[in-house]
């Protein structure tokens, strides 16, 4: 007879253990399946190897969405606070970096076998490395892997999103909702270095590695902090956050001198022989200011600029304008835009409307995090919900 479970979970990362910790605990026998042969990869390598495994500050604003009051629900009921009690009770150290996001004094690899105590605490089941060849469903939820046949009351998808294929992103939830009948809304790379248009290649490609603290604007939100050349474009948290909010073929916005007046600073220098480059030195990384200027103007002593062209310099330096080739793609994104149609799910259990027992928690899902935690503290808390419900 082919064995049996309450629950199967389908990605044993950041979302579907939480969920398999809260099943576990109702009574809910649990097995996780995940075909990566090392445990949670995208924790280990989150937040530079340690962790930013939630912001003080998680929002719904800090969400995107197709359905932005989706992810309300379930985020109330599982808040940073509660996440951060379950690091305190195993005695991880944690702190602050900045803007509320909390980061392992250690490793990453804390909190991968923080939630894997837990997970062994109420009895939760492995097959990993494991290949789902086949989900059918008549009644019950009946897989076909290739460690055997498997059945399940309620099936979870937290297969996570489509990012860093290298480590095991796949593909497998939106085949699932394909499968199912459920919607998808369109997918593209976020938390993305983007990509310079040839001619700006040509002037800054030569200086990568220069990081500049800056307000960055794209799709109606700005952000302010470093952005950083790259061989080929733009990076550094400013870039990033920027990148969810841009479409292709728009341009961005870049401040470079948002302490600045940048008008009152050149025309109080207009009688100076010093070089236009040098001036902007002074406040802007010094290769960068030569490469910026010779591509705005060509650097003169400042008393052979006229007042006009001051004027023009001022605003571009307040608002440098480019409009990127593209992102980077999949292979660097942090996460996946878009995923299930929030509109398929209930946002109180993350249960498919139209196929009872069947759910989707974590990146899989349309409901995005911007940098600096979320994306985890979205994963824990969509994993909650389901577990209270599976
Ligand atoms: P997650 O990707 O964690 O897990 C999915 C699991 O499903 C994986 O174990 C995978 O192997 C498995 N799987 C996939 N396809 C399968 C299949 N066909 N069959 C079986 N199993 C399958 N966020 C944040 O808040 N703070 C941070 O510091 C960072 N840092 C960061 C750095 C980098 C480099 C990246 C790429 C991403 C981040 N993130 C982040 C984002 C964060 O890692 C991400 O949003 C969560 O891990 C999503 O959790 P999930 O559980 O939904 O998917």
Not at 139 to 168: K, N
Request: glycine letters at 12%.
């Amino acid at each position: 007879m082919m064995p049996g479970k309450d629950v199967v979970v389908i990605g044993g990362g950041a979302a579907g253990m939480m969920c398999a910790i809260e099943a576990g605990k109702r009574g809910r026998s649990v097995l996780i399946i995940d075909h990566s042969p090392k445990l949670a990869e995208k924790i280990r390598i989150s937040g530079g190897g340690r962790c930013n495994f939630t912001n003080l500050h998680a929002r719904p604003e800090n969400y995107l969405s197709e359905n932005p009051h989706f992810c309300r629900s379930a985020l109330a009921r599982y808040t940073p606070r509660d996440f951060i009690a379950l690091v305190e009770r195993q005695g991880i150290g944690y702190h602050e970096k900045k803007l509320g996001q909390l980061f392992c004094d250690g490793s990453s690899q804390q909190i991968i076998e923080m939630l894997k105590r837990e997970c062994d605490a109420v009895g939760v089941q492995w097959w990993q490395p494991c290949q789902v060849r086949r989900v059918t469903q008549g009644g019950d939820f009946r897989l076909s892997t290739d460690r055997g046949e498997v059945r399940a009351d309620s099936l979870v998808i937290a297969s996570g999103g489509l990012s860093i294929p290298q480590i095991g992103a796949s593909p497998f939830g939106y085949r699932i909702a394909e499968q199912f009948g459920i919607a998808v809304t369109p997918l593209r790379p976020a938390l993305v270095p983007l990509t310079f248009a040839p001619e700006d290649l040509a002037h800054y490609a030569g200086i990568p590695g220069i990081s500049i603290d800056a307000v960055v604007s794209a799709g109606g939100m700005q952000f302010r902090e470093n952005l950083l050349i790259t061989h080929r474009g733009l990076s550094g948290p400013a870039i990033l956050q920027a990148s969810s909010y841009w479409r292709p073929g728009e341009m961005i916005h870049i401040d470079l001198l948002p302490d600045e007046d940048a008008e009152a600073l050149l025309l109080e220098h207009r009688w100076s022989q010093m070089q236009l480059a040098n001036l902007l030195g002074r406040y802007l990384p010094k290769r960068f200011a030569q490469a910026w200027s010779a591509a705005v103007l060509p650097s003169r002593p400042m008393q052979q600029y006229s007042e006009q062209e001051l004027r023009m310099l001022a605003a571009r330096l307040h608002g440098w304008q480019l409009r990127p080739s593209g992102t980077v793609g999949y292979k660097k994104a942090e996460v996946t835009l878009g995923g299930i149609d929030t509109r398929e799910l209930s946002s109180k259990t993350m249960e498919a409307r139209k196929v009872p027992g069947l759910y989707f928690i974590g990146e899989v899902v349309d409901v995005t995090g911007q940098l600096g935690g979320y994306n985890f503290q979205w994963a824990w808390a969509s994993g909650y919900a389901a577990g209270q419900y599976v």
